[in-house]
């Protein structure tokens, strides 16, 4: 592919030569030059774009020398004709290159949001896992101590019988099961926030931006009133997928939908010792679930796990915050969380 722009824009090179050779110095044959630089700035090696303008240009210099025939028309114009040739060239490959150059950029920029969603997804996936884990460990634990306790006693009242040795096994394998739900239970509840130094409107602007797709593609509008917020200490990537929940949900509700009005506001301000985050939605609101929505497995989706409300809040918490779920002003749901503010 690279092979056939870097030949196709050599190959008309030499054709405008030919054709600027055959006429008299007059004609201003060395403008089409600029289209063989255009053809070379498709390939995808950065440094045959400029080679060919340069060597443009020479040939243009060259004709004159060459063939210096230029019949009626006078020397000035000749010679004002040639620099318009070279400034055509120059600019064509000047502006090519800067455009190349903001694409690849751009395609980076691109690169990175993707890595970044990538990531998020997967600490997300991570988390409900782990909560999974979690519940599953807890709702075990309480038949397991059940069936060990009444085992014991069976085994007391089975006293010097076949029967004893056999509950006695099975109340040492329940207390091993009960051991091993513990250890799940230690092992995926939430790690500690690791605490850094991070600007909240920063944090807000990134997961818009990962979230400004699915947003734009279900024509929701998201709309920021972050004022002057002081610096926040927490676990950034917590933090994000804190909101990140609480946009995916926001835009899924006004999804559900046909309302003219899909808009998500996020604002955020300063209240005493806090700054407090409201995310709110012109959704149809959370109706009568408003007492379960922090309850882990509850969910109204089809698809739904009924962990990113739970998750959240358990995230705001760690940190020292406080979340709750309320009806929003006119109509929709707005979630709205609190998070100390760094050194108070
Ligand atoms: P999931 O999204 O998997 O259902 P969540 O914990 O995020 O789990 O939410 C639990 C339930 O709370 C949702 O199924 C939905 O019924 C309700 N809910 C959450 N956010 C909103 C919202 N912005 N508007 C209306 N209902 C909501």
Not at 18 to 28: E, I, N, T, Y
Not at 46 to 68: D, E, Q, R
Not at 114 to 138: C, N, P, Y
Request: overall charge neutral; charged content about 20%.
């Amino acid at each position: 592919m690279s092979d056939r722009f870097i030949f196709l824009s050599l190959a008309l090179m030499g054709a405008v030569f030919l054709v600027d050779l055959s006429l008299p110095l007059g004609v201003a044959a060395a403008v089409p030059y600029t289209f063989a630089v255009l053809l070379a700035l498709r390939s995808p090696n950065k440094w045959f774009a400029p080679a060919l303008a340069a060597l443009c240009w020479i040939l243009t210099i060259a004709k004159m020398g060459i063939v210096p025939e230029r019949g009626s028309t006078e020397m000035w114009k000749v010679i004002a004709n040639r620099c318009l040739a070279l400034f055509a060239i120059g600019m064509t490959a000047f502006l090519g290159i800067r455009r190349k150059q903001a694409e690849a950029k751009r395609q980076a920029a691109e690169h990175k949001l993707r890595e970044h969603l990538t990531d998020l997804t997967r600490v997300s996936r991570m988390t409900l896992a782990g909560q999974f884990a979690s519940g599953l460990a807890h709702e075990l634990n309480q038949p397991l101590a059940a069936l060990c306790l009444q085992a014991e006693i069976a085994e007391g009242m089975a006293a010097n019988s076949e029967l004893q040795s056999i509950l006695r096994e099975v109340a040492e394998q329940g207390q091993r099961a009960a051991e091993i739900v513990r250890g799940i239970r230690r092992l995926v509840h939430l790690d500690p926030p690791e605490a850094l130094d991070f600007k909240l409107a920063e944090v807000v602007q990134s997961v818009v931006r990962l979230v400004d797709a699915h947003a734009r593609r279900s024509r929701v509008e998201i709309r920021l009133e972050l004022g002057e917020l002081p610096e926040m200490r927490g676990d950034r990537i917590q933090l994000e997928q804190v909101i990140f929940n609480l946009l995916q949900n926001a835009i899924e509700a006004i999804e559900s939908v046909n309302s003219l009005e899909r808009i998500v506001t996020v604002s955020a301000r300063v209240a005493g010792a806090f700054v407090v985050v409201s995310v709110c939605d012109t959704g149809p609101g959370f109706g009568s679930d408003e007492n379960r929505l922090f309850e882990q497995f509850f969910t109204t989706k089809p698809k739904g796990m009924g962990l990113g409300l739970a998750i959240s809040r358990a995230i705001v918490e760690s940190h020292g915050g406080r979340m709750i779920g309320e009806p929003a002003a006119a109509a929709g749901a707005t979630v709205t969380f609190s998070l100390p503010i760094a050194g108070e």
